[in-house]
C-alpha cells in the first residue's frame, strides 16, 4: 500500500515535465497498481528512459547552481519568478560581509556581519567558496552556509559575476561540483537597449556596464566553463528553460550566440 500511496505525488510532480501518456502507465505499473503483463512490451523502453531521467534530476537538483551573466540579461527577474514559483524548493546562501547593518537589516538572515579581521581569518582557512571587495568592503559566501541550504533540502543558487564564477572552480571542499549556468543576451544591441530602458543608469553607467558585460562574454566562451547556456531572447521562453534546469534537467538548451557589437 505503501508504494501506492505515491502515484498522486508521482503523477502531481513528475508526469508533467514529460506529457506522455505512456510515462503515466510507466508510474502505475512501477507503483503496483497496474499489473497487466500484456502492456510490459510497449513501456519497457519508455519506463527505462523515464527512470534514467529522473534518478538524473533528482542528482542534478541536489547539485548548487551558479548562475552568471552581463548585468541586464535579467537573472534577477528569472530568479524572482523561480522564488515566487516554487517557495520552499531554492534558497540563497546568507552572505558575510564586513559592513555596518544597515536599518532593518538582522545578523544571520540578511547577512552575517563581520570585523575585517574576522573575515581575513575565514580566508585563511578557506572557508569562502568565493569572496570579492566592493566600496572598501568586504563580501564572501561561506562553503558552510551553502551547505546549510542543501541541509534544509532545498536547492542552493549562487548569483556571480566571472569573478566568482573562477573562483568557485578554484575552491577546494565543495563536493560534488556545482552546475554553472549562463544567462546570455542575444546580441550586444539587445542588451544595450535594455539597460537603457531601466531608466535609473547614466550613459557612463551603461558604458561602464558594457564593458563589465564584454569581459563576461569572453570568459563565457572558454570551453567547459559553464555547463548550461541560456539565451534571454524571450523573458517566458527562457524562464521556461531555466526553471527546468533549476528543477534539476542538466540537458542543454541554447549556444552562445556570436554575440558581437551589432
Given at each position: 500500500?505503501?508504494?501506492?500511496?505515491?502515484?498522486?505525488?508521482?503523477?502531481?510532480?513528475?508526469?508533467?515535465?514529460?506529457?506522455?501518456?505512456?510515462?503515466?502507465?510507466?508510474?502505475?505499473?512501477?507503483?503496483?497498481?497496474?499489473?497487466?503483463?500484456?502492456?510490459?512490451?510497449?513501456?519497457?523502453?519508455?519506463?527505462?528512459?523515464?527512470?534514467?531521467?529522473?534518478?538524473?534530476?533528482?542528482?542534478?537538483?541536489?547539485?548548487?547552481?551558479?548562475?552568471?551573466?552581463?548585468?541586464?540579461?535579467?537573472?534577477?527577474?528569472?530568479?524572482?519568478?523561480?522564488?515566487?514559483?516554487?517557495?520552499?524548493?531554492?534558497?540563497f546562501s546568507v552572505s558575510h560581509?564586513?559592513?555596518?547593518?544597515?536599518?532593518?537589516?538582522?545578523?544571520?538572515?540578511?547577512?552575517?556581519?563581520?570585523?575585517?579581521?574576522?573575515?581575513?581569518?575565514?580566508?585563511?582557512?578557506?572557508?569562502?567558496?568565493?569572496?570579492?571587495?566592493?566600496?572598501?568592503?568586504?563580501?564572501?559566501?561561506?562553503?558552510?552556509?551553502?551547505?546549510?541550504?542543501?541541509?534544509?533540502?532545498?536547492?542552493?543558487?549562487?548569483?556571480?559575476?566571472?569573478?566568482?564564477?573562477?573562483?568557485?572552480?578554484?575552491?577546494?571542499?565543495?563536493?560534488?561540483?556545482?552546475?554553472?549556468?549562463?544567462?546570455?543576451?542575444?546580441?550586444?544591441?539587445?542588451?544595450?537597449?535594455?539597460?537603457?530602458?531601466?531608466?535609473?543608469?547614466?550613459?557612463?553607467?551603461?558604458?561602464?556596464?558594457?564593458?563589465?558585460?564584454?569581459?563576461?562574454?569572453?570568459?563565457?566562451?572558454?570551453?567547459?566553463?559553464?555547463d548550461i547556456i541560456i539565451v534571454?531572447?524571450?523573458?517566458?521562453?527562457?524562464?521556461?528553460?531555466?526553471?527546468?534546469?533549476?528543477?534539476?534537467?542538466?540537458?542543454?538548451?541554447?549556444?552562445?550566440?556570436?554575440?558581437?557589437?551589432?
Open positions: 500500500m505503501a508504494r501506492v500511496t505515491m502515484v498522486p505525488y508521482l503523477l502531481d510532480t513528475i508526469v508533467p515535465y514529460f506529457g506522455e501518456d505512456i510515462l503515466r502507465i510507466c508510474f502505475l505499473r512501477e507503483a503496483g497498481v497496474l499489473m497487466d503483463e500484456g502492456v510490459d512490451s510497449q513501456i519497457q523502453p519508455a519506463y527505462l528512459i523515464l527512470s534514467r531521467l529522473v534518478a538524473r534530476r533528482h542528482v542534478a537538483f541536489r547539485l548548487l547552481l551558479v548562475i552568471s551573466g552581463p548585468s541586464g540579461t535579467g537573472k534577477s527577474t528569472l530568479l524572482s519568478r523561480l522564488f515566487l514559483a516554487h517557495p520552499d524548493k531554492f534558497g560581509t564586513t559592513r555596518t547593518p544597515r536599518q532593518g537589516e538582522v545578523d544571520g538572515k540578511h547577512y552575517y556581519f563581520v570585523s575585517r579581521d574576522t573575515f581575513q581569518n575565514l580566508i585563511q582557512d578557506g572557508a569562502f567558496i568565493e569572496h570579492a571587495q566592493f566600496s572598501n568592503n568586504y563580501y564572501g559566501t561561506s562553503i558552510q552556509t551553502v551547505k546549510d541550504v542543501a541541509a534544509s533540502g532545498r536547492r542552493c543558487i549562487l548569483d556571480n559575476d566571472s569573478q566568482g564564477v573562477r573562483q568557485i572552480k578554484t575552491t577546494k571542499g565543495l563536493e560534488p561540483n556545482p552546475i554553472y549556468l549562463f544567462i546570455s543576451p542575444p546580441n550586444m544591441k539587445s542588451l544595450r537597449e535594455r539597460l537603457k530602458g531601466q531608466g535609473s543608469e547614466s550613459e557612463s553607467s551603461i558604458r561602464t556596464r558594457l564593458n563589465t558585460a564584454v569581459k563576461e562574454i569572453d570568459y563565457s566562451r572558454t570551453p567547459g566553463v559553464h534571454n531572447d524571450n523573458l517566458d521562453r527562457a524562464y521556461v528553460a531555466f526553471e527546468r534546469v533549476a528543477l534539476g534537467d542538466s540537458s542543454p538548451v541554447d549556444d552562445l550566440p556570436p554575440l558581437d557589437n551589432n
